[in-house]
């Protein structure tokens, strides 16, 4: 057994990228570490203004400035500082993947980490995935050129990403000659757009990244302006790194079993989005609301931990024995809970060719917790071109933003993202491919629509009444659920063959094995069709005995609706009054004795006729 290694791995990223500031004594792990992304639109300047806060900042590897001056010497083309990012960047391809060019550049203070992306595609995809995250931003304008359509768009996504400290950084002033009044008209014009998308930008800092001005030295031609340069805001940048101080969410990776004889210890494990935890603490998982107290954090060596924080990949014991599944979200019952919904109101990026559209199943990640979805509504989506949210789309198509409501086919636990961002995020799968993301920005109330069939068989005419009558009873689903299905089978096959032989009209079927979660929508499919099963045989008048493995109750719940107007009654072997069973059943020591003790109470409960005597 090995828990997770899965730490945010700084030593790799900064292995990855240029070397930090040559000849440093501090090291940049000593150093607080603030991501910022920057984005603008294309020759703008963003990279010429990235070049520059390495080079004024002395971030630069050991004679990169050098190396990159004499290539335009020998190519007779003018130095740029665009080129030294460009240059860092060919070295850091080389090497690796990278989705998101980094670039770093320290100061006394801090480790600054720049995400600069290629496009916005990718950076949205990273920013929402959780891949980057940044706690501010440089906007980059042309003055010249002023807001541009992708000045807006960049706006609107920094908004969606709920990135609140932002630089607007109005480049190129000195092809204005650092006129005062133009510098004014683009931040009112800016400023309007972005506060129209609730959006306040934290500076508006005249800059020309191509001199030096204002980023790290002041603009000696602009006395006018009196606010910061780029590098003091962004040293005056709040460091939001608060998520150990927020409300705990582990959302539940895997739990490991010890196979060992008598050891039935399981470790939860997970990463911590946020928050803290101690052995002591009261933690509920959620959907199911199973409850327990933290007993152990369990360490890969040497002694346990006595608390685990945002970040850590973390395994836990608990007191005691709780059957949760992987994909549930794990939080500490005095806190503030997640919320809990089959109906997400969202906001979204869609990347996938073919649109996101009404009636097709796609699976929704959202923590850990893989669950089937449908689009069912969408509210608006961006304009492309007049940066206006337009109503009435009936899908979303590539690259757009849009807002929706999404219906999964069971509660999915999360928090709002203006509330707990971190657990906010979801990408939505389609086939293999990550196919959109979003962050969620309300729980809606379940409509009770939210299953799948629509589907109905036209029955005959011979009424249920009168195959009762015949039969000597009424057709009804009896399902056994265990932990282990195979188990459950063998109690059902008995019950079966002993209510048969009493003359039941009865038939057994298994239905132990639902596919692993890797495939959600296979699983969910394989549970429509039990439950299609149900329906028809118990609609046939039969009795029908029903064995399932690794089901929580909101399976069960489906399947009930599903088997409507049949009734379903649920065994529990061994589950611990957690799925809501009609009957539970204390752990037998042998196969007939679970059997002989469901008929008994099966009977007494008036599911089972009694025997003829
Ligand atoms: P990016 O596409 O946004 O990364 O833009 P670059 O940084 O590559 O810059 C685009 C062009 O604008 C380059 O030719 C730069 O030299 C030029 N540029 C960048 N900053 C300034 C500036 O402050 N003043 C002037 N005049 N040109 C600049």
């Not at 020309?208 to 000696?220: K, P």
């Amino acid at each position: 057994m090995s828990l997770p290694t899965e730490q945010p791995d700084v030593a790799a990223e900064a292995q990855s990228c240029p070397a930090p500031a040559p000849g440093a004594e501090i090291s940049p792990f000593d150093l607080e570490r603030m991501d910022i992304v920057a984005v603008g639109h294309v020759d703008h300047g963003k990279s010429t203004v990235i070049g520059r806060m390495m080079a004024d900042t002395g971030s630069l590897p050991d004679g990169k400035l050098e190396q990159v001056k004499n290539m335009c010497k020998v190519n007779a083309r003018p130095f740029e500082y665009a080129f030294l990012l460009d240059a860092l960047k060919n070295e850091q391809a080389q090497g690796i993947t990278i989705d998101t060019a980094r670039c770093f550049f320290n100061t006394t203070q801090r480790h600054y980490i720049i995400h600069d992306a290629p496009g916005h595609v990718e950076f949205l995809k990273n920013m929402i995935t959780g891949a980057s995250r940044a706690q501010a931003a440089l906007l980059v304008i042309d003055a010249k050129e002023g807001v541009r359509e992708n000045s807006k768009r960049h706006g609107y996504i920094l908004s969606m990403l709920g990135i609140r400290q932002i630089a607007v950084l109005v480049n190129k002033m000195d092809l204005l000659d650092w006129d005062q009044e133009a510098f004014a008209a683009i931040t009112t014009e800016y400023a309007d757009f972005l506060g129209r998308l609730g959006v306040h930008p934290t500076s508006f800092i005249p800059i020309s990244a191509r001199d030096g001005d204002n980023i790290v030295a002041r603009a000696a031609a602009a006395p006018w302006y009196d606010g910061p340069t780029v590098l003091e805001q962004v040293e005056d940048f709040k460091q939001l790194d608060d998520d150990l101080d927020r409300p705990f969410r582990m959302p539940l990776q895997d739990v490991y079993k010890f196979t060992e004889a008598l050891d039935d210890r399981r470790i939860f494990v997970g990463t911590i989005e946020t928050g803290r935890i101690r052995p002591g603490d009261d933690v509920i998982f959620l959907p199911s609301r199973k409850h327990s107290t933290v007993k152990t954090i369990e360490a890969l060596s040497g002694p346990r931990p006595d608390e685990a924080f945002a970040g850590q990949a973390t395994g836990l014991t608990l007191e005691t024995q709780v059957y949760a599944k992987p994909g549930e979200l794990l939080v500490r019952a005095d806190q503030p809970e997640p919320l809990m919904a089959t109906r997400i109101r969202a906001n979204i990026f869609w990347m996938n060719t073919a649109p996101l559209i009404r009636g097709r199943r796609y699976v929704l990640r959202m923590g850990a917790a893989r669950v089937a979805m449908e689009l069912e509504a969408v509210l608006s989506v961006l304009d492309e071109q007049e940066l206006e949210s337009v109503t009435g789309a009936g899908q979303v198509e590539r690259h757009m933003v849009a807002e929706v409501i999404l219906r999964a086919v069971r509660p999915v636990a999360f928090d709002q993202a203006d509330t707990l961002e971190p657990t906010s995020r979801f990408v939505i799968v389609h086939g293999f491919d990550i196919a959109g993301c979003g962050i969620a920005l309300e729980a809606l109330e379940d409509t009770g629509r939210g299953d799948v069939t629509g589907r109905r068989f036209r029955r005959g005419d011979v009424s249920e009444a009168d195959r009762a009558a015949r039969y000597g009873h009424p057709g009804k689903a009896i399902v056994f659920v265990g932990e282990s299905g195979e188990a459950a089978h063998d109690v059902a096959a008995r019950v079966e063959q002993s209510i048969f032989a009493l003359g039941v009209h009865s038939y057994c079927l298994s239905a132990a094995d639902l596919g692993d979660d890797k495939d959600i929508l296979g699983r969910e499919a394989h549970l429509a069709r039990v439950g299609e099963i149900a329906w028809a045989m118990t609609d046939a008048g039969i009795v029908l005995v029903v064995s399932l493995g690794d089901v929580d109750r909101f399976d069960l719940d489906r399947l009930r609706r599903l088997a409507v107007p049949h009734e379903v009654y649920v065994v529990g072997l061994d589950a611990g009054g957690e799925l809501g069973a009609d009957l539970e059943l204390s752990p037998a020591a042998t196969t007939e004795q679970a059997a002989e003790e469901a008929l008994r109470a099966l009977t007494a409960a008036g599911v089972l006729p009694e025997p003829a005597a």
